[in-house]
């Protein structure tokens, strides 16, 4: 069988992240707002990345194929990225609104209709790119149909407390966002089912053990709804509570970002020190490149290792992915090279 190189990239995801669908991922959003802190375990076979700072003013197209959805990026944003530049896994903008996501067996997408289409990483990118807020976040996804048999769903944080859910059940986008979302958190199941499930463990009749998506969400829900002590340092909270919902042997890196200052913190499987960085002194123009560093790079504040990533890099790093995935190694290297080629086909409009 011959696949077109688009269609047959997005068959690859799907494949590269089957094993880890079961128990993959869990997001906490701490709804302070005066320190809105949104903490992320992301969790697969494999760790390596790379952190990118993307720059603002790029015109960029879908690679989806029919009708991409078309955008300009407003914001500059500093992302996670293990599948190559602009399919991100998680990633915060320079506005503070941060995102993230997890696989969903549920999820189907909208219909075909008349808007254009998007991929479920670039999604990502493009709330990144588009949005400063969740209620702008929001109305910029509803502009978009996302086309893929990737089945994720989605947690949106801002930086004034705001949070979102957005799921697609049934063909349909649901979202739920302030009363609608009592419990700011989300792992596995449908945010339905989680609830339900925290709702038996408070009444005693189920227990939160162990590291399935219910006791997931229930842990780091009942860590979500606690009292925050003025005195404690809320990114140490939120760590803490990665920590209790992590996986041995599948959390790859724990991420927490700290809206109100514009920063993210994080280690990695691969290195348990914890590095920062943020957009702050950063050049964020298009007219010059996206940086990065490795994920596993460094300690502290890891802002002097920041470097510039091409296409070569962007091409090393999709290779290295699947070369360390053993299910995904022997695929062919033309499909993966058109796709790293394709970020540099965006056009700089500042």
Same mark, same amino acid.
């Given at each position: 069988?011959?696949?077109? $190189? ?38 697969? $076979? ?171 969400f229930t842990r780091a829900g ?7 002590? $003025? ?8 760590? +803490? ?23 993210v913190h994080w280690h990695t ?74 970020? +540099? ?6």
């Amino acid at each position: 069988m011959v696949f077109s $190189p688009m269609p047959r990239f997005l068959l690859l995801i799907v494949l590269a992240l089957l094993p880890a669908a079961a128990d993959a991922c869990t997001t906490i959003a701490f709804t302070d707002r005066t320190r809105p802190i949104l903490a992320y375990n992301f969790d697969f $076979p494999i760790g390596q990345a790379v952190v990118l700072i993307n720059k603002k003013g790029l015109a960029k197209v879908s690679e989806t194929e029919g009708r991409p959805a078309r955008w300009r990026a407003r914001y500059a944003s500093i992302t996670f990225n293990m599948f190559g530049r602009d399919s991100p896994m998680t990633g915060m903008n320079e506005a503070g609104l941060a995102t993230s996501q997890m696989w969903l067996d549920e999820a189907r997408y909208e219909a075909s209709d008349d808007r254009p289409t998007i991929g479920v990483a670039e999604w990502m990118q493009y709330v990144l790119d588009t949005s400063a807020t969740v209620d702008e976040a929001l109305e910029a996804i509803a502009k978009v149909r996302i086309e893929s048999r990737i089945p994720l769903h989605y947690k949106l944080m801002d930086a004034q407390g705001h949070a979102a859910v957005v799921e697609y059940l049934d063909g349909k986008a649901e979202i739920r966002r302030d009363d609608g979302l009592p419990v700011a958190a989300l792992a596995n199941d449908t945010y339905a089912r989680s609830l339900d499930f925290m709702r038996q463990v408070q009444s005693g009749t189920a227990p939160a053990t162990g590291s399935s998506s219910l006791a997931r969400f229930t842990r780091a829900g009942l860590a979500q709804q606690s009292p925050r002590d $003025p005195a404690d340092d809320p990114v140490a909270k939120a760590f +803490a509570t990665l920590a209790d919902v992590a996986q041995s042997g599948r959390t790859q890196w724990s991420i927490v970002y700290d809206l109100a200052q514009r920063t993210v913190h994080w280690h990695t499987r691969g290195n348990a020190l914890i590095r920062s960085a943020g957009l702050a002194g950063v050049e964020t123009s298009c007219a010059a490149p996206p940086l990065f560093v490795d994920i596993d790079e460094g300690e502290g504040s890891v802002a002097a290792l920041f470097r510039p990533f091409s296409s070569a890099e962007n091409e090393k790093l999709i290779l290295a992915t699947f070369r360390a995935t053993p299910f995904l190694a022997h695929i062919d290297e033309a499909t993966l090279r058109h796709s790293a080629r394709w970020p +540099a086909t965006a056009r700089c409009e500042m």
